[in-house]
């Protein structure tokens, strides 16, 4: 019987209710008395220098509070980048300032060259229209193979040039050369992970605030990360006070990344805020979101394998030129290094490795995580080079990956990281239960039939989520601490409220959350309120992204629920003269061992807050306890993925026929939450697969900067997915066990997609070995004709 309460149940999401009836309260939604509206003008040249920025007439019209241009920064902090990579010759990557508004120089198009604020947001709009701007406009660097080969082109002309970094990590070049001149076979592939705008449902909104009274200034924003916009904003931006500093993200709507970093109309309105005396607020269109959110992927790479004469692995190395954009986004130099890098072995035995990445500035909009970050895009470039060097040795390519997986745990990889657990030859046999390959033949029959190519595509992935432990990711270049925390208040009625440095944009965490602690206890989950978004009144945590929320701050509510049910049995100790030792909790009732004395769990909470029956002198009145949870490693989820496809020869058109995913994500709290991740994560996945990607000119001018041009994958383009999570190697280091599920789906489909194209193809008699996404149409028309 499934359960219908506790960890293990599908209960549903209660936050849900406020969602579905259109309660919820998002940043957009808050609206502040006496509140201006920002507007920003923003360059749409993508390179050029600010000779000019001439406000007088605007300033003048109808409505117009202030306009700020960047001379009203100068001598304020720029946006941070949050992680520092040391290159290859032990030197720290090349860093430019990031202004709030642009100083001397745009560099992309979409940055902010002046902001209007207005008694209405038309007016604001109004008025930037008649700034008058003179731009000399410079030649514009997009292609990043051209932006490291011509020197006199550079995004940042205080640096050398527009190498950010070259990083090489892994194993040494003797290892490689001794791998790759005795293989005896070398598979080489060049492929694309192709640039993708993130696209939540709610665009970025923020509103600051500023209360003169007290000197503190508050920002509602679009988060992921609260504590981490006040850490960063106060501290590196405008020198506030973390105590003078209150960040709110309230309901968010989606994320997928791109509300992880801190952005300049955060800050500038913050600061504006206090500049005029009243709140300040921005809302960012659709088509600024295309131009202004950090942008995901965009990795251009040559991947090596070497083989032996049995087709086991002896060496793999890759040769990656990624995207940074004009700027360096908060997490970006760690997404193609050590997001990236350490998951090349992925679920195989690969004895060296070796990867190197060139990160390159170019006068496009700033790329960092997007859902995965540097996990799909290791995989992608794993599974297709496994998928292809198996058509060349004449192996079948599950068997291949069966062949050469890991199978015991701990396993060290060459690239740094030590898997604890797992069992991928189960997750391959759960696919392989899902899809009935043996009747592929008939369903290909079927399809020819109706003039299609009909192909199979598997693959499989492994993750590395929690993103953690503070010390190791401080010796790799982060600049912060990656813990998580909790505080658990019990209310003398029994009831508690748990306040989790987490934040949620559609996990779950309202739902997930009050079954941890309610099953530790035994009592009803509606006696557990979460609390979280406000830095005001939750403890200090980093944020959520990385599938970290339940491995990292689910453990930290776990260990700060310990501390309340130790000290809880401490009193119920004394109100039933018993040792502490003794006592048992189950189901809400303390118990003496071996007795049939009990007290009930709202008796004890009641007795902790009238303390009459327990002596002070030994316990303080009370039941609140904090817990900062540092994990000791990674977890790492792992799966396979299979997919099958229908490709139309006369059109080049692809659809997907069908989807299995089986994932171990360690121990499942909320199977149903579970099962939804993984869809949302399939959904952008083959969406990166087929249908989406961000395409620049020569000019750096952005040509698919609307749902027109960028094309959002449907519910038509989707079929009904069969996913399974009953494969289960719980975590060995945290106290749930779980691993994480909410990238899994967008790290594993790509290559499953391809590779079923792929197959489709050279099984209708087309010699095509690769496709870069997206596999539009065009694009696959083009390859089965040359």
Known sequence: MPKDHGIGASTKRRED??????????????????QAYVYFLRSDVAHGRLNKVDTSVAQNMPGVVRIFTGADFEGVGGIPCGWQVTDRHGNPMQEPPHPVLAQGKVRHVGDPIAAVVAETAAQARNAAEAIELDIEE?????DMAGALSDGSAKVHDELDNNLCYDWVFGSDDAAMEAAFSSAAH????????????????????????????????????????????????????????????????PDVGGGFGSKIFHYAEEAFCTFAAKAIGRPVKWTASRSEAFITDAHGRDHVTKIELAMDADNNFTGLRTHTMANMGAYLSTFAPSVPTYLHGTL???NYKTPAIQVNVKAVFTNTVPVDAYRGAGRPEATFQLERVVDKAAREVGADPVALRRQI???????????AVAYDTGDYNATMDKLMEMVDRDGFEARAAESAKAGKLRGFGVNTYIEACGIAPSALVGQLGARAGLYESATVRVNATGGLVVMTGSHSHGQGHETAFPQVVADMIGIPENMVEVVHGDTANTPMGMGTYGSRS???????????????????????????EASEGDIELKDGQFTVAGTDKSVAWGDVTLAAYVPHNYPLEELEPGLEETAFYDPSNFTYPAGAYACEVEVDPETGKVTVCSFAAADDFGNVVNPMIVEGQVHGGLAQGIGQALLEGVSYDENGQLLSASYMDYAMPRADDLPSFAVDHSCVTPCTHNPL????????????????????????????????????????PARVWQAMNG
């Open 138 to 142: 410079l030649p514009a660097v997009v």
């Open 17 to 34: 209710v406020r969602f579905l009836t259109g309660k919820g309260r998002y940043t957009d939604d808050i609206s502040l008395p006496g």
């Open 550 to 576: 339940l491995a990292v701050g689910g453990s930290a509510i776990v260990r700060a629920t310990e501390k309340i049910i130790n000290k809880a049995k401490k009193i119920a100790a004394h109100l039933m």
């Open 344 to 346: 090349m072995a992925g």
């Open 186 to 249: 070398v598979t080489t592939l060049e492929l694309v992970n192709n640039r993708l705008v993130a696209n939540p449902m709610e665009p970025r909104v923020a509103v600051g605030d500023y209360n003169s009274t007290n000197d503190e200034s508050t920002l509602y924003t679009t988060s992921q990360n609260p504590h981490v916009i006040r850490l960063l904003m106060g501290a590196f931006v405008l020198g506030i006070p973390e105590h003078k500093l209150r960040v709110i993200a």
């Open 405 to 415: 997986c890991v199978t015991s745990f701990p396993y060290e990889t060459p690239v």
């Open 737 to 776: 066990g779980v691993k994480g599920c909410g990238e899994a789906g967008a790290i594993g489909s790509p290559p499953a997609v391809v590779n079923a194209v792929v197959d489709a193809l050279q099984r209708g008699g087309h010699n095509v070995t690769h496709i870069d996404m997206p596999l539009s």
